[in-house]
């Protein structure tokens, strides 16, 4: 995994991107209108908007990504980053690319002050569940947490 970069996304990630998140929704069973999904990926880029958009790279070929945003709290003075969708592509996984994307938000969370990186998973996710059972503690209703 030496040669995994973890950067930003970019407007010329597009065409490598749209695979991945295609792949994604169809991993999860779910069909989003293609407004959706230019909406979103707009809102990357849309300063005015709390979405950050970031991908990992192996030999210049955006193989994953991990889609956060930062979630104020009545409860807090500082936002925890929640981490909405995180994807490796098949042909990359079991090389630790998935904790190199977690580990990588966890310091961009920690960096701006807040306490955790958090996220959610399904039940059937049993895959993932093995990784963030070894990066993060499991909370209440499957939400995974990084708390710092």
Not at 4 to 22: C, G, H, K, M, T
Not at 25 to 32: N, Q, S
Not at 110 to 128: D, I
């Amino acid at each position: 995994m030496s040669s995994a970069v973890f950067r930003s996304i970019r407007e010329s990630d597009r065409e490598q991107w749209n695979p991945l998140w295609s792949g994604y929704l169809e991993f999860y069973k779910v069909d989003i209108p293609p407004e959706q999904t230019e909406l979103s990926w707009r809102r990357f880029f849309d300063d005015s908007f709390n979405l950050q958009g970031y991908v990992v790279e192996v030999e210049g070929e955006v193989v994953g990504f991990a889609h956060c945003s930062f979630t104020n709290s009545t409860w807090l003075d500082q936002p925890d980053l929640y981490l909405e969708d995180l994807f490796v592509s098949p042909e990359y996984r079991r090389r630790g690319l998935g904790e190199f994307l977690i580990e990588n938000c966890a310091e961009i969370a920690k960096a701006s002050g807040s306490r955790r990186l958090y996220w959610q998973t399904q039940r059937s996710n049993e895959s993932a569940q093995k990784l963030y059972n070894k990066v993060a503690t499991l909370g209440e209703n499957i939400i995974f947490e990084k708390v710092f």
